[in-house]
Structure formats: C-alpha cells, structure tokens
C-alpha cells in the first residue's frame, strides 16, 4: 500500500513556496477524473468480457453485451453520486449510440452540473483506417447526437481505445472543439499546433480500472496514491487524470476504492480538481503550451 495511509490521520506536510506550478492559487497538483459510458455496436460486445468465453462464430454473445451494458444502465449513475458525495466535479466521456440507446443517463449527466464529451460513435468503431473525410463524418454525427440528446454541445473529446489518426487533432479544431485528451506522450495538458489552430491536449491515464479486471481492485488504489505521493512531495505542478469506466469502475467493487482515493486526494491541500473544460480554459488563459520535462525540473 501507499506510505500514507489512506484513512486515518493525514500526513503533516510543509508545502515550500513554489513559482513552477501553472495551477490555480499555486496548487500543488492538478486531478481529474475521466468516466466513461461506453457502447459497442449492435449485436457486438466488447472481446474482453469477463462473462464468457468468445461465442461460436454466428451466435451472439449475450452475456457479453449484458455485462457492457452496465455502464450506462447503473455504473455512472453510481460515479455521479460518488463525484457528488465528495462535491467534486467530473468529465463524462460518452460514446453517441449510448445516448440514443440511454437518452435520460445524458440529460442526468448534464443537469448534474458535470461535463459531457465525446467517445465516438460506437466504443468498436475506432478511428483509424478510416480516411479523412470518414473520421470527420463520424466525429460530426457523434456531436450532433450527444449535442440533441444533451440540448448542449460537448467542447472535448476522447476517441475510443484512445486510437487517432494523422487527422484527429485538426478534425477536432475544425469542430471549434476546446481539448483534446487522446495524449500519452504528455506529463501536462497544453496547447498544441492543428491546422486549424491551436487546441489543448490533456494527458489521458496510464493506469485506468480496466487494468484491475482480472485482479484485486486495491491495486487501482495503490497505484494511484503511490503515485499521487510521489508526485505531491517531489514534482509541484504536475497532474494526475483518473479514468474510471462506468461498466467497470461503477460496480461496487471498484467504485469502493475508488471512493477512499477521492477522500485521500481532497485531504491535502493545494490539489486543483476542475472538470477538462476548467482546466482547458486555463491552459488557454495562461497560454500554456508544452514545457519539457527537463525544463520543469533540474536534474
């Protein structure tokens, strides 16, 4: 487990003054949360379903399709009362199909005051080997549905698997779109080139809930305050995105975790907790585009 324990008496920690950390009132970390509400095309379920084994080639996996459905049916209804009861905001990213299959979950998740973005169409129908104009299409028709079913349009993105093309950036600015989050070669959200001007691109997670599937869901807790730790003691300034899905991380098994690193993190001061349309408002703000690791920290 984390050296700090996760309940029980916090830590006592000096927080020196600090002028590297781009947040807020000079907060010492930056966390999201990222939940995703996902849905796979018709009659498909997703190939790592814990239910079953791969169906007979012509018959359909139900159980599959069952244990996906979950996410929209309970699990992010369980991740709204959670971010709720620890009055932290939430980004929501949703694939289209589960708001015509799931309107009511969409208009809750925006009368709820948390943000909704964009997961593509359906979780199967990735980006890449689609060609340009396919992927503008299929980003266009998957705002137009969650901007319908919401009565408000998202202004971010996370594509599917987290799989993009050559395209996405400049399809996504073309949209007039504020962030981005499909970056994993980034320690801090920021403002990156397209063609169509700048948008800013948030790190996504390296460690979600998926990776506890087959294992203990205390890892996912140990993970994240290990590093949250590290990261708070010995890099100010640096960020953290939790993702969480909503047919995995909204069953109880994980959600019970997940809980006791939120009442962890909100325990020490100088966190900054915005949803992913705060923070990208304040990339934008303080004109922050990406710093170098080495120029961050000396070595």
Not at 19 to 41: K, Y
Not at 81 to 94: E, G, I, Q, S, W
Request: proline share 9%; aromatic share 10%.
């Amino acid at each position: 487990m984390s050296s700090y324990p996760v309940t029980g008496p916090l830590p006592s920690v000096t927080l020196p003054p600090d002028s590297t950390s781009p947040w807020p009132n000079q907060a010492r970390i930056a966390v999201v949360l990222t939940f995703l509400v996902e849905s796979w095309s018709e009659g498909k379920a997703p190939p790592y379903s814990p239910m079953t084994s791969p169906p007979r080639p012509g018959t359909t996996d139900r159980a599959g399709i069952q244990w996906s459905e979950y996410g929209p049916r309970a699990g992010a209804y369980r991740l709204m009362r959670l971010a709720k009861r620890h009055d932290l905001p939430a980004t929501f990213c949703v694939n289209a199909r589960v708001a015509e299959l799931f309107p009511e979950l969409i208009r809750q998740i925006v009368g709820s005051g948390f943000e909704l973005a964009g997961h593509n169409y359906a979780q199967d129908q990735v980006l890449p080997g689609l060609s340009e104009s396919e992927e503008r299409a299929l980003i266009q028709h998957s705002l137009e549905i969650l901007t319908k079913v919401s009565g408000q349009r998202p202004c971010g993105w996370l594509s599917s698997t987290i799989a993009t093309t050559d395209n996405t950036a400049d399809l996504l600015a073309e949209q007039k779109l504020l962030w981005h989050g499909d970056y994993n070669y980034l320690d801090q959200p920021c403002r990156v080139p397209t063609r169509h001007g700048k948008i800013v691109a948030i790190p996504h997670s390296d460690y979600a809930d998926n990776r506890v599937l087959r294992g203990s869901p205390r890892d996912f807790l140990q993970c994240y305050t290990d590093m949250f730790d590290f990261l708070y003691s010995q890099e100010p300034g640096s960020f953290i995105n939790i993702t969480v899905h909503g047919h995995f991380g909204g069953r109880p098994l994980i959600s019970a975790v997940l809980d006791q690193l939120l009442r962890y993190i909100k325990g020490h001061p100088g966190v900054w907790i915005p949803r992913h349309d705060e923070l990208a408002d304040w990339v934008n703000a303080q004109g922050l585009d990406e710093v170098a690791y080495a120029q961050r920290f000396a070595l």
